[in-house]
């Protein structure tokens, strides 16, 4: 039982913290899941990245749900997801009933100035440790660096390089082995 | 009924929905603004600002608040947000007992080991994707970026603390 409520503050941070979106909670989950509580492995973190993007809706909730199950079974899902969704719940319902416009608000708008190139940063990071764990350092970081120019400049999706991986990759490895 | 018309549209939207909050936000204003008119145009954009500039991801956060603003009562969130959570709980599900079962085949195996660089150059896009002027406005914010770098890549301070630190900071610069 203990692992159930760990999971659930694990994925209430994750959901507190992630601003800006998608792979914002990038750096938070592999801060706590794979540095901190050690329940998967850098590998297999890369792994599962590769899973939740192939799914639809939130990435967020997708990743709680694989993690979750992956971590404690169907009780791990529960309490991940609901982790992951609860602050994003409670925040807006304060501000929909409560604060509308903070939008607009001076201090709010200061402190989101300072967060987003942090973000930013933020994301970058896992990107450099990353590459050098899965081996994609040198020449072999231009793959990484066109597959990113392409989605985010000429909006190819990501699931096309998903399903082009999988093909490429049994058609290089089956053949050539290790 | 109002309440099953929310969750019945969040339900389609998280389920055509690939590639997390941005992709979605279109198929969002299509139907809760143009087919369903439960929010006006200005209404949506006040939406958008508030989703992105507050915790938690933009596919919770624009549900939650449209559930709320089109009925006036924490119900309507809660069955827009249901709604979209439904499909990925089921989809993941279906995927992870899929992987599960298959993680000894060969072709999967092949699959992943191409599916690393490839993750990694997602996660840069999101990054690149974010390098906007409207986020980089001014010398301050090299600043803010440079430092948060830092902090993350060579004294390993943990995200959480980067991110209430550069909010206080920004706060003091911008305020």
């Not at chain 1, 694989?66 to 079974?73: A, H, K, Q």
């Not at chain 2, 896009?125 to 060579?154: E, I």
């Amino acid at each position: 039982m203990k692992t159930f409520f760990e999971l659930f503050w694990v994925f209430f941070k994750i959901g507190t913290f992630t601003i800006g979106g998608g792979f914002a909670m990038l750096p938070v989950i592999r801060a706590e899941l794979v540095d901190r509580k050690k329940w998967i492995s850098e590998d297999e973190f890369l792994d599962i990245l590769a899973v939740v993007q192939s799914s639809p809706g939130p990435i967020a909730v997708n990743t709680a749900v694989f993690l979750g199950l992956r971590i404690y079974g169907f009780l791990g899902l529960i309490a991940a997801t609901f982790g992951a969704i609860l602050p994003s719940f409670v925040i807006i319902l304060m501000i929909a009933a409560l604060f509308q416009g903070i939008q607009n608000n001076p201090y709010f708008i200061a402190a989101f100035k300072g967060i987003k190139p942090a973000v930013i940063a933020l994301i970058l990071v896992p990107v450099i440790s990353l590459a050098k764990k899965a081996n994609v350092g040198g020449i072999r970081f231009l793959f990484p660096v066109g597959i990113a120019l392409s989605v985010a400049y000429a909006h190819v999706s990501p699931i096309f390089f998903i399903i082009a991986a999988m093909v490429v990759g049994n058609v290089w490895f089956g053949r050539f082995g290790k | 009924m109002i309440f099953f018309e929310l969750f019945w549209t969040f339900f389609k939207i998280g389920l055509f929905s690939f590639g997390g909050g941005y992709a979605m936000l279109a198929l969002i204003q299509n139907e809760v603004v143009r087919i369903h008119q439960w929010v006006t145009n200005s209404q949506f954009a006040d939406i958008v600002a508030v989703s992105q500039v507050t915790p938690g991801p933009i596919a919770i956060n624009a549900p939650t608040y449209i559930g709320y603003q089109s009925t006036g009562t924490i119900t309507g969130s809660f069955w827009a947000t249901f709604g979209v959570t439904l499909p990925s709980v089921l989809v993941t599900t279906i995927l992870f007992v899929f992987l599960n079962r298959f993680k000894d085949s060969p072709y999967i195996k092949n699959a992943f080991k191409a599916l690393k660089p490839t993750v990694i150059g997602l996660i840069l896009s999101a990054a690149l994707v974010l390098m906007t002027p409207d986020n980089f406005s001014g010398w301050q914010s090299f600043v803010f970026f440079a430092a948060a770098f830092a902090a993350c890549y060579k004294f390993n301070v943990s995200p959480i603390t980067l991110v209430i630190v550069s909010g206080a900071a920004g706060i003091l610069v911008y305020g």
